[in-house]
């Protein structure tokens, strides 16, 4: 199947990372290179893309986009989390812009093989970068049942965590649980049929998701980014994360908040001894959303959510 992707939130992406023709721009998840596609346009002439993705044929399919402006572009198959080491070696000491946006594409749903969906009989694997050791059938299949329902209630916010790890332990001791398919049948069994008729989504969604995050470190990848990645910024340059769930959310709305703060000194000194500046200006008071015409078209949209900032020239003390 064809690489495909509809990028989520383009004219609000565009808008908030203010690109200009000259400008320095990374884009850290390309995905379907749609994002980056729209960056390029905007940067041209004189800027440069840089590209990233841990997936691999992400970073194909965007070599195929973008390949009439190659000299303008570089692509890394790479986690996000490496951005300034991927900088210092092309020698790149500051940015305009950075975009990430947190989304899984279509094409790892649809057509990876890697067991992102639930509907398949694929493997249980999960892995964004297929170069990495743990797969979700190794967790599965291998950590104790407490292990397995602190993952599903932190992750993926499962009411039903603890009785899902015990279907998973329960099944795994007759035979390993190797495909998609075959989890999401469990699951779907673990959870109450009074409750199961109430959601929205399939029973086994939270789970899979949960195992998602789980297998790439995405959480915790993703606060450390946010502070490299600023620090990657020129003053006046602009970062921008689209996220898709509430954990993901959270974690950007609490770390620019924090980044934004002055003084921190407890409450009552009567002089500021910490000396701390803020270090960027939120761009994103409310949380920006789609519009209902994209949902309309691309219902995938549905749950995005979108931060912005600004980094804030060096203070001097």
């Known amino acids: 199947m064809q690489f495909r992707h509809t990028p989520v939130m383009v004219r609000e992406v565009l808008s908030h990372l203010d690109c200009k023709p000259g400008d320095l721009v990374a884009d850290c998840t390309l995905g379907g290179a749609g994002h980056a596609r729209a960056i390029l346009e905007c940067i041209l002439p004189g800027g440069m893309l840089i590209g990233i993705d841990q997936d691999r044929d992400a970073v194909g399919h965007a070599a195929d986009v973008l390949a009439a402006e190659s000299d303008r572009v570089r692509l890394f198959h790479d986690n996000f989390e490496n951005l300034p080491t991927i900088l210092s070696d092309i020698g790149i000491t500051a940015l305009d812009g ?6 899984l594409s279509q094409y790892q749903i649809e057509a990876s093989g890697r067991g992102f969906s639930f509907r398949e009989h694929e493997p249980l694997d999960m892995r964004m970068n297929a170069d990495a050791e743990v797969t979700a059938g190794d967790i599965v299949n291998a950590e104790s049942e407490d292990r397995l329902s602190f993952i599903f209630r932190k992750y993926g916010e499962e009411r039903w965590a603890g009785r899902i790890a015990r279907r998973i332990v329960a099944a795994r001791a007759a035979k390993a649980i190797r495909t998609a398919r075959e989890l999401a049948d469990l699951v779907e069994a673990a959870v109450p049929r009074r409750d199961a008729a109430k959601r929205k ?22 606060d450390d980014f946010i502070i490299a990645a600023v620090n990657c910024l020129k003053p006046g340059g602009r970062i921008c994360i689209v996220s898709f769930h509430s954990l993901e959310d959270r974690i950007v709305k609490t770390r620019f908040r924090e980044m934004e703060k002055a003084c921190v000194c407890p409450p009552g000194f009567p002089v500021c001894v910490c000396r701390r500046q803020p270090e960027i200006r939120v761009l994103t008071r409310k949380v920006v959303r789609p519009a209902e015409d994209e949902i309309h078209v691309n219902p995938m949209a549905r749950s995005a959510r979108l931060r912005a900032a600004e980094k804030l020239s060096a203070v001097s003390t």
Request: hydrophobic content about 60%; overall charge neutral; cysteine-free.
């Open 98 to 103: 950075i975009l990430a946006d947190l989304g």
């Open 201 to 222: 989504i399939h029973p086994a969604t939270k789970v899979f998701m949960a195992l998602r995050i789980a297998v790439n470190r995405e959480l915790e990848i993703l």
